[in-house]
């Protein structure tokens, strides 16, 4: 996508306050109530529209939008068996392509800007990101509990050299799949690469707790620790679902600054029996992320739908009501960005009249009434991906995204 030109957005409502914003070369170059358009600007009347920050979705496998609705009455290692891996030996780029702008066009209207992708064939993901004009961060799954080390460690470089040249909307991360898919040398490969790169790493953790049972068995310690053990926790890397983490875990975890993201959804809808504790990891420091997992697992790419889940479940366990405020669970699905001035230029204008938001606390109506069709303009790198609800293209993308699935015999 070429550099949009300079934006500015009037009449926006942030804090109650009617503000306007400026934005050039990606950047919010001007916020405040006496920001105003100049010549030459694109410019957005926002009525009274409020201006927040966008979600981030922290865990998923974008392209398996293909797979929704796919098997999905089978328990979970039927399901990866007889459904999806089958198909998945077929997936061309062209596939992953088209499902991923169909997972891209979802999020855009959902008021998700960018996500953190773990999938086949990471180039076509980082095209559909570009054309979308997304950002992700997007890394190959590493396995190899039945050999090909070697093989894998080679497709890791090649996908994070292929990223390297794919534009500034993707960036590249190593994805060992799991601790139970990966043997303890590609899991060391993945630790010393990751820090010779500079890559962050992104990593299935403590999901069920026969992962738990295993690790210990196996290792004599518990997920998170033999993560550590290997190198692997730091400050750049995401573990997602941590739903049996214990409090020695949470405080290692926080220690080394790694992200934890809940996908409640993905947990309940394959019946793991928990979620991730948010108030045992707050208080143990650590930061938690909120993501859907994969839409052939979720099977939804709207992150309110999962925020209100998260904030819901965590107040239920906890049998407390005050266990996670609205405004922090927003924090939680938004990666706790605050708008400002030099800051990048994603933002949403929700839509001004919406009766789901126009009572009560702001915060508390995202989390509890909103769904993300509240979400009016998503605006990415101060490019208008999204206006009055309308995402060019989007029909034919939707079209594109069937006809690779019936490619694949999945309808
Ligand atoms: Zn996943």
Redesign the pocket.
Known sequence: MPEAPPLAVTGAVLDRETVGLRCEGGAIVALGPGVAPEPGDETIDAAGAPLVAPLVNG???AAMTLFRGYGSDLPLMRWLREAVWPVEEKLEPEDVYWGARLACLEMIRNGCTAFWD?YWHTSATARAVGDSGLRATIGTPLFDVNGGTEKMQEAALESVEELAAAGPMAHASLTPHSIYMVSEELLRWTAETAAERDLPIHI?LSETEQEVVDCLDRHGVRPAAYLDRLGLLGERTVL?HGVWFDQDELELVAERGCTAVA?PV?NMKLAVGGVLDYRAARDAGVRVGLGT??PGSNDSLDLFSDLKVFALVQRHASGDASVIPAREAWAVATGGVELGVGGPADFLLLKAGAPELSLGDLYSDLVYAASGSVVDTTVVAGRVLMRGGEVPGGEGIVARAAERACRLGID
């Open positions: 865990h998923t496998h773990m299935h997602a996908n993905a997992d994969g």
